[in-house]
Every structure is written in C-alpha cells, then in structure tokens.
C-alpha cells in the first residue's frame, strides 16, 4: 500500500524536459515553415563559433549558429555546416565540460578533422541533428 502511494506520488512530479517537448514540436514545425528557432544549447571545442559557456543554438533548415542569448541576431557566430561531419549522438559524459548539463545529449562532430561537441536537450537534439546531416542548400 505504501509502494501504492509512492508511485502515485511520483507520477505527479514534474519531469526535467516535459515542457521542452512541447516546445520543440512548435520549434519543428517553424522550422519546417523555414524559419530559424533557437534553443538553449552549447557549442565546445577550437573553433571560432565555439563558447566555452551555455548559450544557444540556432537554426534552420540550413543554417546552425551560437549565439550568448535567445535573441536572433545578437553575437551569433555562424557554423560553416559544409565543413561539418555529424560522428554520433550520445549521452552526456562525466568528462564532458560544464556547459554541457546533467541530462543533454552531445553530438559528436568533426570540423576539418577537429573535435567539435553540440549539446543540447533531447527534445531539441533531433532540430540539431537534422541540421548537422542534411543542409538544404541555399541560394
């Protein structure tokens, strides 16, 4: 009975993420529409875009950049998305930096051969990765 109660109690808590889902089906579907959504995120590695704090990502159907804030065009650093190789998804590590968070996902990736690490929630992970592997060309 006890065990009863417990697990009645713990359906009701909220859990880490249930708003981002939400979120992120309405950031898909801008997305879809061609617009560009932004998200908390972060970008590490030795690259220009890179920051070794939280910020956010931004993007498009073709287009990924960083940026310090939500708002669109203040100090977004542009990823050249040509030069990018996806390696893989995964859970965050304990050796990943601090501006990864406890419960994001990481893609791996290669930028001419550097190490180059994307985080995110795993509500917002599936936007990135669909900008990392197919870029619908520009112009």
Same mark, same amino acid.
């Given at each position: 009975m006890l065990l009863d109660i417990l697990l009645g109690v713990l359906t009701l808590l909220p859990v880490p993420g249930g708003g981002e889902r939400r979120r992120a089906r309405k950031l898909t579907a801008a997305v879809e529409?061609?617009?560009?959504?932004?998200?908390? #995120?972060?970008?590490? #590695?030795? %690259? *220009?875009?890179?920051? *070794?704090?939280? #910020?956010?990502?931004?993007?498009? %159907?073709? +287009?990924? /950049?960083? /940026? *310090? +804030? @939500?708002?669109? #065009?203040?100090?977004?650093? *542009?990823?050249?998305?040509?030069? !990018?190789? !996806?390696?893989?998804? %995964? @859970? %965050? /590590?304990? +050796?990943d930096p601090a501006a990864v968070r406890r419960y994001w996902q990481v893609a791996e990736c290669r930028d001419r051969g550097e190490p180059v690490l994307f985080a995110c929630s795993p509500a917002y992970m599936p936007l990135l990765t669909a900008t990392l592997r197919e870029p619908v060309a520009t112009g």
């Open positions: 529409a061609g617009q560009v959504v932004s998200f908390e #995120g972060s970008a590490i #590695g030795d %690259r *220009p875009y890179c920051r *070794p704090t939280l #910020g956010f990502l931004s993007v498009s %159907r073709s +287009t990924l /950049a960083v /940026a *310090p +804030t @939500e708002e669109p #065009g203040l100090n977004r650093r *542009p990823v050249p998305l040509v030069h !990018l190789e !996806l390696v893989r998804v %995964r @859970e %965050r /590590a304990k +050796t």
